[in-house]
């Protein structure tokens, strides 16, 4: 579990499944000039630190499916700005942190729109725009997007050689 900030700032223990080797977290630091992503936050696509099967997980999506243990318990929503750790959040500007306002979500206008394809400030724009203009149609929307996604990334995975062979 990892402490991520919720709705009014509110800190939260998201649950996961393991997709990282144990000691992900200290190795993290020196991996620091890896970092694909522009502004406070960390992504590697191929991160050294996940696992075999936590590799298959995560580009599935699948491996966000123990947060909806989070949505039962209040923490979070089907659809919202997906959280942050503790660390990002809190180097988030003032016009960032109003994505904190509503209850961060299982997938988001972020996820739809390219995910880890896109730079920190668009993605914070897409949670900015989501806290404006969220609806029920708008959240049907992006839940339907989102299950193509997991499919679509759900066949690659499963069909591609990397996987498939020894």
Same mark, same amino acid.
Request: without cysteine; charged residues 20%.
């Given at each position: ?9 509110? $800190?939260?223990?998201?649950? &996961? ?9 200290? @190795?993290? %630091?020196? +991996?620091?000039? !890896? ?50 750790? $503790?660390?990002?959040?809190? &180097? ?9 306002? @509503?209850? %961060?979500? +299982?997938?988001? !206008? ?51 050689q990397s996987f498939l062979s020894p």
């Amino acid at each position: 579990m990892q402490k991520r900030v919720g709705k009014n700032g509110k $800190v939260f223990k998201i649950i &996961k499944f393991r997709t990282m080797v144990p000691n992900a977290a200290r @190795i993290q %630091p020196r +991996l620091k000039k !890896l970092n694909e992503a522009d502004g406070p936050v960390f992504k590697i696509q191929n991160d050294p630190r996940f696992t075999k099967f936590g590799r298959i997980l995560s580009r599935t999506g699948l491996d966000e499916l123990p947060q909806l243990i989070n949505v039962l318990k209040g923490e979070m929503s089907l659809v919202g700005p997906r959280p942050l750790p $503790v660390s990002e959040a809190a &180097k988030l500007t003032a016009d960032q942190k109003k994505r904190h306002l @509503i209850k %961060p979500g +299982l997938t988001s !206008l972020w996820v739809i729109n390219g995910a880890h394809t896109i730079t920190f400030n668009a993605w914070m724009k897409l949670d900015q725009l989501y806290v404006q203009k969220a609806s029920l149609n708008l959240d049907i929307t992006i839940l339907i997007k989102t299950v193509f996604i997991i499919f679509k990334s759900s066949l690659y995975v499963l069909s591609s050689q990397s996987f498939l062979s020894p």
